[in-house]
């Protein structure tokens, strides 16, 4: 049975079926961002209209308590470190 099914008709067919499972989620999840695009792209001449920017948390302020800390600041060991070589 497999031997009548040739490579090119299983392309056409996995091609097929991935255009047709492709297209059902693009309808089902972004109809109106599609619709918006193949609305765009028919009307190219025209210009089309900025992004509203919604600004829900407001703008970012600076930190005034914040500051800035030099190499030398930032310490990860004690100054004496220990030589453990000696326990031995």
């Given amino acids: 049975m497999l031997a009548s099914i040739s490579w090119q008709e299983y392309l056409i067919a996995i091609v097929t079926i991935a255009t047709a499972y492709y297209a059902v989620v693009i309808a089902a999840y972004f109809r109106t961002e599609a619709f918006a695009l193949l609305k765009n792209s028919r009307h190219r001449g025209t210009?089309?209209?900025p992004p509203v920017q919604n600004d829900i948390m407001g703008k970012a302020k600076e930190?005034?308590?914040?500051?800035?800390?030099?190499?030398?600041?930032?310490?990860?060991?004690?100054?004496?470190?220990?030589?453990?070589?000696?326990?031995?």
């Fill in 47 to 49: 210009p089309s209209r």
């Fill in 63 to 88: 930190d005034v308590l914040a500051k800035s800390l030099s190499a030398d600041d930032i310490q990860f060991s004690l100054e004496t470190e220990t030589d453990y070589s000696q326990d031995q």
